[in-house]
T-cell receptor, first 117, second 114 residues
Framework: AQTVTQSQPEMSVQEAETVTLSCTYD???????LFWYKQPPSRQMILVIR??????QNATENRFSVNFQKAAKSFSLKISDSQLGDTAMYFC??????????????FGKGTKLSVKP | ETGVTQTPRHLVMGMTNKKSLKCEQH?????MYWYKQSAKKPLELMFV???????ENNSVPSRFSPECPNSSHLFLHLHTLQPEDSALYLC?????????????FGPGTRLTVT
């Protein structure tokens, strides 16, 4: 069974600084996707960034980037130049890219990030 | 606004009540999902519909009954719930089940079972 572990229940960072959120996962699959989702206090979950396991290059989206270590099954999220609007719950998620479970997201418990002025 | 709406936003019901949650997507997507978000637990996938056909039922108790009458609407019918069913219920949709397509989430229905 696939599992996703986020070992940091809560983190805080000063505005304009950089923070890294950790995520590890366990799977026997070789073809899969990893995601980071953000859930602000208003509750609507939005996709931050995604990574296809077959791509060696780490994904980046503006101030957000990942460090994907496939052998270590690690998928951390780095937020640069943190902004107050980055305050949210961040969820790491996994899904296989084929088979009957394709697209079924498996989530970690989340990390609550607070950006302080 | 992500194009996925859910009603009601808040619901309080007794254990003997019957109620329904509604999800509507305005994005032309073919796949829709129900998730349960409980405190201190990871989001749990409950049901998946693809082209209005249920393709996944993650061992969800029968007191939860989904319905997908068309590709734009998804319902979750609730009856004889338990207090531990209190949670935030999230609906999502995507172009199809391929992970390359992003899942768009609604704002959720906060359900309290008394």
């Amino acid at each position: 069974a696939q599992t996703v572990t986020q070992s940091q229940p809560e983190m805080s960072v000063q505005e304009a600084e950089t923070v890294t959120l950790s995520c590890t996962y366990d799977t026997s699959e070789s073809n899969y996707y990893l995601f980071w989702y953000k859930q602000p206090p208003s509750r609507q979950m939005i996709l931050v960034i995604r990574q296809e396991a077959y791509k060696q290059q780490n994904a980046t989206e503006n101030r957000f980037s990942v460090n994907f270590q496939k052998a270590a099954k690690s998928f951390s999220l780095k937020i640069s130049d943190s902004q107050l609007g980055d305050t949210a719950m961040y969820f790491c998620a996994f899904t296989p890219n084929y088979g009957g479970s394709q697209g079924n997201l498996i989530f970690g418990k989340g990390t609550k990030l607070s950006v302080k002025p | 606004e992500t194009g996925v709406t859910q009603t009601p936003r808040h619901l309080v019901m007794g254990m003997t009540n019957k109620k329904s949650l509604k999800c509507e997507q305005h994005l032309g997507h073919n796949a829709m999902y129900w998730y349960k978000q409980s405190a201190k637990k990871p989001l749990e996938l409950m049901f998946v519909y693809s082209l209005e056909e249920r393709v996944e039922n993650n061992s969800v108790p029968s007191r939860f009954s989904p319905e997908c009458p068309n590709s734009s609407h998804l319902f979750l019918h609730l009856h004889t719930l338990q207090p531990e069913d209190s949670a935030l219920y999230l609906c999502a949709s995507s172009q199809d089940r391929t992970p390359a397509y992003e899942q768009y989430f609604g704002p959720g229905t906060r359900l309290t079972v008394t």
